[in-house]
């Protein structure tokens, strides 16, 4: 892992000291269950990764977990197999097999899929969860441009549909039909598939395991399909929504105790990963993050 840089004492006696004062306050509302933050930075240009889950696994392993994990998140998204993986491995080593996932910001597309793997989502009314469905990013024109699989499936079949429909010229039709790859589009499909696989399969074996997986696909279509409500991938899916969809929501209450630390917490990791840092992972012991780019 590069630029991976385990903090050293000298460094948690000085700004992260405030942080692990607010884990210890925190993990008091938290019925026993110890306190990991894993924020990815929403100011560089960083997604999940494998390597994530390492450097997870490094903190995690070093904490005694018998009595369950609560993990706080904060990222824009990235790998969704990373994101299964990340599941797998807080579930092994929590010893209640399950844990908690804290958003009291923003925990999108991979993020999303990391808190659908938890026991039960602690939100507040800021908080915000995100559809799950893959984006494309190309470079067209010397710029990096992000298209949803959907749509780029869509506006394909779309053509193809008309194209074989028209009783007028034709040309027009395959002009467009130029600007798609078919071998992209059966990509672009697999990929849907297995964001739709991954979320579905996660929410099964924990927080719907008692509903059918169609009916779980039923329940959160409105994460996995654009075209069911959110319309863009940026747009926020807060607790009510993501409650009503099924998902275990835990509501927290901005006027209490709990959610002034876990805020103030969140508060000062945000910062860390916007100025000095792009990722970290912490807990009262173990500290590790990756550096942001020079």
Not at 84 to 92: G, S
Not at 95 to 124: H, L, N, Q, R, Y
Not at 143 to 164: C, F, I, P, Q
Not at 262 to 288: D, G, M, N, P
Request: glycine content about 6%; overall charge negative; charged content about 25%.
């Amino acid at each position: 892992m590069a630029n991976v840089h385990k903090a050293v004492t000298t460094e948690l006696m000085q700004g992260p000291a405030t942080r692990l004062s607010l884990f210890r306050k925190i993990e008091k509302h938290l019925e026993g269950r110890k306190l990991v933050t894993f924020f990815t930075s929403f100011n560089w240009q960083v997604d999940i990764t494998d390597d994530d889950c390492d450097m997870l696994q490094s903190v995690l392993q070093e904490n005694d977990l018998s009595d369950g994990l609560a993990l706080m998140i904060s990222s824009p998204g990235g790998d969704g197999l990373a994101a299964e993986r990340i599941v797998n491995t807080c579930r092994a080593y929590s010893g209640t097999d399950d844990f908690w996932a804290i958003v009291p910001g923003k925990a999108k597309s991979a993020a999303t899929i990391i808190c659908m793997g938890a026991s039960k989502i602690f939100m507040a009314p800021p908080s915000e969860l995100g559809p799950v469905d893959p984006q494309i990013f190309r470079i067209e024109d010397s710029a990096r441009k992000v298209y949803s699989a959907h749509n780029l499936v869509l506006g394909y079949d779309e053509l193809m549909t008309a194209a074989t429909q028209t009783k007028g010229p034709i040309e027009p039709y395959l002009q467009q039909l130029a600007h798609y790859d078919s071998r992209d589009i059966t990509l672009y499909r697999s990929l849907i598939s297995l964001s739709e696989d991954i979320a579905i399969k996660l929410l099964k074996s924990g927080m719907m395991s008692q509903m059918t997986e169609k009916k779980i696909k039923d329940s959160i279509e409105v994460f996995l399909n654009p075209a069911a409500g959110t319309l863009s991938h940026g747009r926020p899916i807060f607790g009510p929504e993501a409650g009503g969809c099924g998902l275990a929501i835990e509501p927290m209450d901005v006027a209490s105790d709990f959610w002034r630390d876990v805020y103030e917490l969140y508060v000062r990791t945000e910062r860390f990963v916007s100025y000095q840092a792009c990722k970290t992972v912490e807990s009262i012991k173990e500290q590790f993050h990756v550096a942001a780019p020079s």
